[in-house]
């Protein structure tokens, strides 16, 4: 079993739906969330990054993670085709160091 | 601010050969990591370093070496290049161990025939 869980998807959504990327972890000891984004040919760029559980907004993303359950939730609201990118969630027991990443979600937002 | 920076940005090898993969960073941090990143596999990180002279190995190190000699240079070097190797290859930093977010360079697209 992997320690991170991602569906690489593609997913495909119009413009202006929510969108909800999900991973699942099985080491408890992980304390940090992070979600990053990859545009084509880039990078991944830090998005969102949560210590330990709950809810984080910023804008039009909000992430949540749920450490009972080992499941961590990116939502998107009102999705614009500049948010097609691909996702990755990721995680760590101290932060920065040996992060490890989900294989990513491709998300697709249509016009 | 460059931040980090990742050249050649592509590069084809042929079986055997061998090449180094240069990253240098500006933002005077003291932890470097490189990764690889295949289709639907997420990033596979391969060594780390956390100081000048101090380098380890992470999930995937065989057939790769670093070095580490300066704080903003973390060069990774492929010996005898594999097909295997093919791979994007993400050179990362970061300040501490703690509430600090990786900074990713653009990555190289390496191809072995």
């Known amino acids: 079993q992997k320690e991170v869980e991602q569906d690489p998807g593609p997913l495909s959504v119009p413009e202006g739906a929510i969108v909800s990327l999900n991973c699942t972890y099985s080491?408890?000891?992980?304390?940090?969330f992070m979600w990053y984004r990859q545009y084509s040919r880039k990078g991944p760029e830090l998005l969102m990054y949560t210590y330990s559980s709950g809810n984080k907004e910023d804008g039009r993303f909000t992430a949540q993670v749920d450490k009972s359950s080992k499941y961590i939730s990116l939502f998107i609201r009102d999705s614009q085709p500049s948010d097609s990118a691909t996702y990755l969630c990721?995680?760590?027991?101290?932060?920065?160091?040996?992060?490890?990443f989900g294989a990513g979600t491709r998300l697709f937002v249509k016009a | 601010n460059a931040g980090v920076t990742q050249t050649p940005k592509f590069r084809i090898l042929k079986i055997g050969q061998s090449m180094t993969l240069q990253c240098t960073q500006d933002?005077?941090?003291?932890?470097m990591y490189w990764y690889r990143q295949d289709p639907g596999m997420g990033l596979k990180l391969i060594y780390y370093?956390?100081?000048?002279?101090?380098?380890d190995k992470g999930e995937v190190p065989n057939g790769y070496n670093v070095s580490r000699s300066t704080t903003e240079d973390f060069p990774l070097r492929l010996e005898l290049a594999a097909p295997s190797q093919t791979s994007v290859y993400f050179c990362?930093?970061?300040?501490?161990?703690?509430?600090?977010?990786?900074?990713f360079g653009n990555g190289t697209r390496l191809t072995v025939t």
């Open positions: 370093s956390v100081g000048a002279g101090i380098t």
């Open positions: 990362a930093s970061t300040s501490d161990t703690n509430n600090s977010p990786l900074h």
């Open positions: 080491n408890s000891a992980f304390q940090y």
């Open positions: 933002m005077n941090h003291n932890y």
């Open positions: 990721a995680m760590s027991v101290t932060g920065g160091f040996k992060t490890i």
